[in-house]
């Protein structure tokens, strides 16, 4: 419901000010939001990037081709295989990490 306006100058100008208060305060909490949305856009947007740059190295892909297939081809042998093959290919992410990556990229990740 919807007040009536106020009959007095001095009361109306209250509220006009009032009013311009919460409109600006509105606005800059909208903005707020609205860079916070973007924040986080650009922090998944770089992380897609660089889920695609790794994706595009062939050495990655080979490596992780050949994990996948002694995962998958070890998987029913014995009880602690897939164990076995999950360390496998947390040790094959390690080295790749150490060495597979160009000298400037690692210090571009760590910047982030």
Do not use: C, N, Y
């Not at 001095?10 to 919460?22: G, H, W």
């Not at 909490?29 to 695609?52: F, H, K, M, P, S």
């Not at 996948?68 to 602690?80: D, E, L």
């Not at 990229?105 to 760590?110: E, F, L, M, V």
Request: net charge positive; charged share 25%.
């Amino acid at each position: 419901m919807i007040r009536h306006l106020p009959a007095t100058p001095a009361a109306r100008a209250q509220r006009k000010a009032d009013l311009l208060l919460a409109s600006a305060l509105l606005r800059g909490q909208a903005t707020l939001a609205v860079d916070d949305l973007g924040e986080r856009a650009d922090l998944w947007g770089r992380r897609w990037q660089r889920l695609r740059g790794w994706w595009a190295d062939p050495l990655l892909r080979a490596v992780g081709g050949a994990a996948a297939g002694v995962f998958v081809a070890g998987a029913g042998r014995r009880p602690g295989s897939m164990r076995k093959g999950l360390r496998l290919a947390l040790l094959a992410w390690r080295v790749w990490r150490l060495f597979g990556q160009p000298r400037g990229a690692a210090a571009a990740d760590a910047a982030q």
